[in-house]
Nanobody, 127 residues
Framework: QVQLVESGGGLMQPGGSLRLSCAAS????????MGWFRQAPGKEREFVAV????????YYADSVKGRFIISRDNGKNTLTLQMNSLKPEDTAVYYC????????????????????WGQGTQVTVAS
C-alpha cells in the first residue's frame, strides 16, 4: 500500500502563489508516475500535471502550463506543485495520485489509471 497526504492548500488572491505538497509513504516501486488532479464544485475531475518519480519528465495541462511547476523533493519523498499567477478558475480540491508504471504516455492524464490517491486539499482563489 501507498499512502499519500496532501497539504498546503488555502485561500489566495488572484495573482498570488501557493505550494502544495504530497507526502508519500508505504511500499516503494521501481517505477512510478505521480500526478496532480483537481475537481471544482459541479465539475469533473481534471488532470493538472504529472511527473516521473525518477527522472525529469513532466507534462502539464494547457490551462496551467507556464504557471504551475511539478517537482519532487528527494530528501523528503514528497511531490510538490508550485502554483503561480493563480486565477479564480484554479479554485478546486487538489489531489495527488500515484501510478506504478514503467511507461510514459498520454494515458497518464486519465485519473482512472492511477492506483493510489490522497484525500485532497482545498485551494480557493478569490479577492
Amino acid at each position: 500500500q501507498v499512502q499519500l497526504v496532501e497539504s498546503g492548500g488555502g485561500l489566495m488572491q488572484p495573482g498570488g502563489s501557493l505550494r502544495l505538497s504530497c507526502a508519500a509513504s508505504g511500499r516503494t516501486f521501481s517505477s512510478v508516475a505521480m500526478g496532480w488532479f483537481r475537481q471544482a464544485p459541479g465539475k469533473e475531475r481534471e488532470f493538472v500535471a504529472v511527473k516521473r518519480w525518477s527522472g525529469g519528465t513532466t507534462y502539464y495541462a494547457d490551462s496551467v502550463k507556464g504557471r504551475f511547476i511539478i517537482s519532487r523533493d528527494n530528501g523528503k519523498n514528497t511531490l510538490t506543485l508550485q502554483m503561480n499567477s493563480l486565477k479564480p478558475e484554479d479554485t478546486a480540491v487538489y489531489y495527488c495520485a500515484a501510478k506504478e508504471t514503467a511507461t510514459w504516455g498520454p494515458r497518464l492524464i486519465d485519473g482512472s489509471v492511477y492506483d493510489y490517491w490522497g484525500q485532497g486539499t482545498q485551494v480557493t482563489v478569490a479577492s
